[in-house]
């Protein structure tokens, strides 16, 4: 019988078929075990983007609570609250979700009543992954903005007669455009040239002529049914403002002014460590931390040391207040009459000087400041500031000084001149004053670094509208104003006299504040500033 002969290729198809079941076994075992692994790294991925969400939930939170509650910020965990909130103390959900995010956050508020900041810092957990984030807290404010204005018209102070008086104009132009103003009253105009180079908000609706530039954020309280927010001047071609950002301007609730800067005064009340001098007082900021001060009518300054008459320390919490000379004999700071005369000013510190035509109340509450500041300084006046000179810091716009000016009139750039109309150079005067080293030069080109805050009237430059033009008024800091303040005129595009604007936004305002400088009647909280940061160890 014939035997079976064998394929010779048989054995060699079997091993092919058990190497490729291997190799596909393996395979899969590669493809469930990256599958694990994916869902786990996505998992963490996940968790990762929860714990930060769930810590801004805090922040959120705790804000909201804020502003509920005034008072709010005084409660921590050793001060729960009595509307039973325990994040102070341990992880709790986030309200209505269906998640494991939770959130645990820890206040500190020790230089809320320096600086008016809160320190929070939130910390967000999914599952067993953490993250922490830091916040300041702070009332939207003045400073927060580069251009503050309260009304976009004219002073009504600065009215003669034409169309109105002075309290024609009071009645007729202290009013929003978008709630009646007569339309005789004097709006001033964004116009092409100008760049705000940094926030903006105004509780009046901008009026703009040309392209000017909007280089930061801008808001108004102006609800426009339009949606546009602006106004454009039709005496203008071409109105198209351009905007940073592109939604801009914003609708933001109106900033309040305070009716007085009183409560800046009520920091030099005895014990306080402020300084209060009376009637105008002169002071130069010195490079060293100190200030050299003259100020003949002040008899008590509540607290020492303040120089009344010479060179001396910053006051210890900061706040400088000149109040006008106190009407009633009984005050310790009384004084009858102007009995100073200098240079044969009936005016104790000899103003107006030869041939300048801006007048001085020889008793009110006025400072004359310039110099270079080493420290943190508010400077206010019952009356009037008159800059007379450059106001910068030591350690310039990125070190730790800082300084707050706040008049209940005037902030304004000191100009004097011997004529009372005209563009001619002769008409400026060297801005010297009286007793001190002759400058023989005009203030040319002057530059503030500060938070500068008028409360009933302007920032503005005397006698903007008379003698040739100065340069350049170069702001860094931020301004605040009941009404849009001219510092100069232009004709044909160009300047005419005066000065034209270099106004800058120091960025430190976001998060910092000169001491004891006022806030709105009444104000929101927010976040000033926001970072992440590492999880505290406690909670690890």
Not at 360 to 368: A, E, I, L, P, S
Not at 488 to 501: L, M, P, W
Request: glycine share 8%.
């Amino acid at each position: 019988m014939q035997q079976p002969t064998m394929d010779r290729e048989s054995g060699f198809a079997l091993a092919t078929v058990m190497a490729v079941s291997i190799v596909l076994m393996l395979l899969a075992g590669a493809v469930v075990a990256y599958g694990a692994g994916s869902q786990n790294i996505s998992r963490h991925d996940q968790d990762w983007n929860g714990a930060l969400s769930a810590a801004e939930g805090g922040i959120d939170d705790y804000v909201f609570r804020l502003n509920q509650n005034a008072n709010y910020w005084q409660y921590n965990a050793a001060n729960m609250p009595p509307d039973g909130n325990v994040a102070f103390k341990q992880y709790v959900h986030i309200a209505g979700s269906q998640t494991p995010s939770q959130y645990r956050y820890d206040v500190d508020t020790s230089t809320l009543k320096i600086n008016g900041v809160i320190k929070l810092t939130s910390t967000g957990r999914v599952n067993t992954t953490e993250r922490t984030v830091f916040a300041s807290l702070r009332r939207r404010s003045f400073i927060d903005y580069l251009y503050f204005t309260d009304y976009e018209t004219k002073d009504p102070a600065s009215y003669t007669g034409t169309p109105f008086t002075a309290a024609q104009a009071q009645v007729s132009c202290s009013k929003y455009a978008y709630a009646g103003r007569d339309s005789n009253c004097v709006d001033i105009n964004f116009v092409s040239g100008d760049s705000i180079n940094g926030p903006l908000h105004s509780n009046d609706s901008y009026l703009v002529c040309g392209t000017p530039h909007f280089n930061g954020e801008t808001s108004t309280s102006w609800n426009d049914p339009a949606k546009k927010r602006y106004r454009t001047n039709s005496g203008c071609s071409g109105n198209a403002p351009v905007f940073a950002n592109p939604a801009d301007p914003k609708l933001l609730a109106p900033l309040t002014m305070p009716p007085s800067n009183s409560a800046i005064k009520a920091e030099t009340l005895t014990g306080a460590g402020g300084c209060l001098y009376t009637g105008p007082t002169r002071i130069v900021l010195n490079n060293n931390g100190t200030m050299t001060v003259k100020s003949p009518f002040s008899k008590k300054t509540n607290n020492t040391p303040c120089p009344t008459n010479g060179t001396g320390a910053l006051p210890s919490n900061g706040v400088i207040f000149v109040q006008t000379v106190p009407s009633v004999s009984s005050d310790p700071n009384y004084t009858n009459g102007c009995p100073y005369s200098v240079n044969g000013r009936t005016h104790p510190l000899g103003m107006p000087i030869a041939n300048d035509v801006n007048t001085y109340n020889c008793r009110y509450g006025d400072v004359f400041i310039e110099g270079t500041l080493s420290g943190q300084l508010t400077v206010a006046a019952e009356n009037n500031i008159d800059v007379t000179w450059n106001l910068t810091y030591k350690g310039g716009v990125a070190g730790a000084d800082l300084l707050g000016l706040v008049a209940n009139n005037y902030v304004e750039v000191y100009h004097p001149v011997s004529c009372t109309s005209g563009n001619s150079s002769s008409c400026n005067l060297d801005a010297n004053f009286p007793g001190e080293t002759a400058r023989n030069a005009k203030f040319q080109n002057p530059t503030i670094q500060a938070a500068l805050l008028s409360v009933n009237h302007s920032f503005w430059v005397q006698r903007y509208d008379v003698g040739s033009p100065l340069g350049n008024l170069n702001v860094t800091g931020a301004i605040a104003q009941r009404y849009r303040g001219p510092v100069g005129t232009t004709s044909g595009g160009s300047a005419n006299t005066g000065f034209t604007k270099n106004y800058v936004y120091d960025q430190r305002l976001k998060y910092l504040s000169p001491p004891k400088f006022l806030d709105p009647v009444a104000s929101s909280w927010g976040v000033a500033t926001w970072a992440e940061i590492n999880v505290p160890n406690a909670y690890k």
